[in-house]
């Protein structure tokens, strides 16, 4: 079975920070370009940050360009997002995906989620 499982969410206050874990098992993601989503209360799910296979570039929203960064370790299967300078606005749930094909920022370009993890930043 294939899953991938978030951690690393939790409550902090505004400017500080959390490093988000994706693990995934089932199957190597290796070969696959890895992304973060989130979605807060009563919006649409949005693009955050992705990762090519080898992580040699790296995309991110810009409205977390500078505060964040997506990395991964092939070998342990794993996936991160060191948020930084968190904001009030970045509150949501905080999805791990696999891209598959299209448009890159879509969210229907993607196959495998997480359950996702909470993030919530108080002012």
């Known amino acids: 079975q294939v899953q991938l499982v978030e951690s690393g969410g939790g409550l902090v206050q505004a400017g500080g920070s959390l490093r988000l874990s994706c693990a995934a098992s089932g199957r190597t993601f290796s070969s696959d370009t890895m992304g973060w989503f989130r979605q807060a209360p009563g919006k649409e799910r949005e693009f955050v940050a992705a990762i090519t296979w080898s992580g040699a570039t790296t995309y991110l929203a810009d409205s977390v360009k500078g505060r964040f960064t997506i990395s991964r370790d092939n070998a342990e299967n ?3 997002l060191q948020m930084n300078s968190l904001k009030p606005n ?11 094909s299209g448009k890159l920022r879509s969210t229907e370009s993607y196959g495998y989620w997480g359950q996702g993890t909470q993030v919530t930043v108080v002012s």
């Not at 970045?90 to 598959?100: E, I, K, L, S």
Request: aromatic fraction near 28%; hydrophobic fraction near 35%.
């Open 78 to 80: 794993m996936v991160y």
């Open 90 to 100: 970045d509150t949501g749930v905080y999805y791990c995906t696999a891209y598959v």
